[in-house]
């Protein structure tokens, strides 16, 4: 089955100014773009006048307008619309399946405060089996990308981050940019020593060259398969997301992996996607970790 990337709009400026960004996406990777909107008819057990064909009309006006103002900005693209029949969360997860990337606002109308306040957005980026790239609007226009680098945080082991390096470098070189790998680290507990993990700092000639020593190895081999993108590395004591926002200001790109986790209210993004996708300056790609 042929890759797409999907922007989903519902009108408002965030979600105009994702299809945007989505577009600039798929012109990069030589993609075609499609631009879904969810909707379906749902009669209010109200004593209200309802008419079916009216907000049918309004809900294809929306797409048409929205496929109007990608067209006319990137002529070059490939741009398809759909009405999906569903709840927004329903109806992206459910395009999934053709779906190289999935691109959001950050912001959208409905009942709630925010897009990805507990909202929406939330729901499908920690529902999500393909990355997910959540867009803000500035004064309600497309944001031009700063000329930047893409950033990714790196945790864990290579196998931890491999998903999100791996997404890191192919957007970077489908984009002509630099990558700018960060790894945060914190001093552990007194209960976390033990002699194993020390004898491996101290071979490593201490902690810090023990992290970026664990960088440059979960780096190594997408240097390898992606030989032509530049590549800086970060390591910096504190949490990982202060870490990842404050180098985040110049960046074109952030990328965070998110693991499968589940709360009582559900799945859940985690801390370090959750600090990015409110914080950051810029989009934010979330990645599903394997």
Same mark, same amino acid.
């Given at each position: 089955?042929?890759?797409?990337?999907?922007?989903?709009?519902?009108?408002?400026?965030?979600?105009?100014?994702?299809?945007?960004?989505?577009?600039?996406?798929?012109?990069?990777?030589?993609?075609?773009?499609?631009?879904?909107?969810?909707?379906?008819?749902?009669?209010?057990?109200?004593?209200?006048?309802?008419?079916?064909?009216?907000?049918?009309?309004?809900?294809?006006?929306?797409?048409?307008?929205?496929?109007?103002?990608?067209?006319?900005?990137?002529?070059?693209?490939?741009?398809?619309?759909?009405?999906?029949?569903?709840?927004?969360?329903?109806?992206?997860?459910?395009?999934?399946?053709?779906?190289?990337?999935?691109?959001?606002?950050?912001?959208?109308?409905?009942?709630?405060?925010?897009?990805?306040?507990?909202?929406?957005?939330?729901?499908?980026?920690? !529902?999500?089996?393909?990355?997910? +790239?959540?867009? #803000?609007?500035?004064?309600?226009?497309? &944001?031009? @990308?700063?000329? %930047?680098? /893409?950033?990714?945080?790196?945790?864990?082991?290579?196998?931890?981050?491999?998903?999100?390096?791996?997404?890191?470098?192919?957007?970077?070189?489908?984009?002509?940019?630099?990558?700018?790998?960060?790894?945060?680290?914190?001093?552990?507990?007194?209960?976390?020593?033990?002699?194993?993990?020390?004898?491996?700092?101290?071979?490593?000639?201490?902690?810090?060259?023990?992290?970026?020593?664990?960088?440059?190895?979960?780096?190594?081999?997408?240097?390898?398969?992606?030989?032509?993108?530049?590549?800086?590395?970060?390591?910096?004591?504190?949490?990982?997301?202060?870490?990842?926002?404050?180098?985040? !200001?110049?960046?074109?790109?952030? +990328?965070?992996? #998110?693991?499968?986790?589940?709360?009582? &209210?559900? @799945?859940?993004? %985690?801390? /370090?996607?959750?600090?990015?996708?409110?914080?950051?300056?810029?989009?934010?790609?979330?990645?599903?970790?394997?």
């Amino acid at each position: 089955m042929s890759r797409e990337i999907v922007a989903g709009v519902d009108g408002s400026p965030e979600s105009l100014a994702a299809a945007d960004w989505a577009a600039r996406e798929a012109l990069h990777r030589g993609l075609p773009l499609r631009l879904a909107h969810a909707w379906r008819w749902e009669p209010l057990d109200l004593p209200l006048v309802q008419d079916r064909a009216t907000q049918e009309k309004a809900a294809l006006d929306l797409l048409r307008d929205a496929e109007t103002a990608v067209t006319e900005r990137h002529p070059g693209l490939t741009v398809t619309s759909e009405v999906l029949p569903d709840t927004p969360v329903a109806a992206l997860l459910g395009a999934e399946e053709r779906t190289e990337l999935l691109v959001i606002g950050s912001r959208g109308h409905g009942p709630v405060l925010g897009f990805l306040l507990g909202s929406y957005g939330q729901q499908i980026i920690a !529902g999500a089996t393909r990355p997910v +790239v959540a867009v #803000r609007s500035r004064d309600g226009e497309p &944001a031009e @990308p700063p000329a %930047g680098d /893409v950033l990714v945080g790196q945790l864990g082991s290579p196998e931890d981050s491999a998903a999100a390096l791996g997404f890191a470098f192919g957007t970077a070189a489908a984009r002509g940019a630099a990558v700018r790998a960060v790894r945060a680290w914190s001093l552990p507990p007194l209960y976390a020593y033990s002699p194993a993990s020390m004898r491996l700092a101290d071979e490593a000639g201490g902690l810090v060259p023990y992290e970026e020593k664990a960088l440059r190895e979960a780096l190594a081999p997408w240097r390898e398969r992606y030989p032509d993108v530049p590549v800086s590395e970060h390591v910096e004591l504190g949490s990982a997301g202060q870490v990842l926002l404050s180098a985040s !200001g110049t960046a074109q790109l952030l +990328v965070v992996g #998110r693991r499968a986790k589940r709360g009582a &209210a559900g @799945p859940r993004v %985690g801390s /370090v996607a959750h600090a990015a996708l409110h914080l950051a300056p810029c989009p934010v790609a979330v990645v599903p970790q394997g």
